[in-house]
């Protein structure tokens, strides 16, 4: 979790290829409505957020019930969109990747082919809730290379083998 620009696919995808486990983008289950909005600069209210969690939500339902764990990017940045997530089957748990306004900027920046306009970073900014402790959500700074940064998630929630994770579900 974490706004645009913070790594969430880059670090997401290794983690995924190196756990053996499903992935998700979550931008996939945008309906074409938020897309749009988003790609003319127009911040998601939360009505057009709640579908959208909801079909992810229901996502890593349908994949921890047919066995599988899985890791999703999501933006995930009030507590109460990742209580809908927090609604799946198995295990949800939440890394947060943060960082300075300026790299993340610096990143937006550099980015080709995504609909997300870096005008939209301040919003999202402004619309984050940093997870509680009660949360228990990993936060990793975003300073590291993509490959630290999937050392420190694998340590800080405890995914050693995947030989052990196999036959549990879980998200992060």
């Not at 579908?51 to 066995?67: C, F, H, K, S, V």
């Not at 809730?129 to 700074?141: F, I, Q, S, Y």
Request: overall charge negative.
């Amino acid at each position: 979790m974490g706004v645009s620009g913070s790594g969430k696919s880059t670090v997401a995808r290794a983690l995924a290829e190196r756990l053996g486990w499903a992935f998700a983008e979550a931008d996939k289950f945008h309906p074409p409505e938020n897309v749009a909005k988003m790609q003319g600069g127009t911040p998601l209210t939360d009505e057009d957020r709640w579908p959208w969690l909801r079909a992810i939500r229901d996502w890593l339902t349908q994949e921890a019930q047919a066995g599988h764990s899985t890791v999703v990017t999501c933006s995930a940045l009030r507590r109460s969109y990742r209580d809908v997530l927090r609604e799946a089957a198995g295990e949800v748990r939440f890394v947060h990747l943060t960082g300075t306004r300026d790299l993340l900027a610096e990143r937006m920046g550099h980015r080709q082919g995504h609909f997300m306009p870096a005008s939209l970073l301040d919003s999202q900014l402004a619309t984050l809730e940093v997870p509680g402790p009660d949360e228990h959500a990993l936060t990793l700074n975003i300073g590291a290379a993509p490959d630290e940064l999937v050392r420190e998630v694998l340590a800080g929630l405890q995914l050693g083998s995947t030989a052990s994770l196999s036959s549990r579900p879980g998200r992060d």
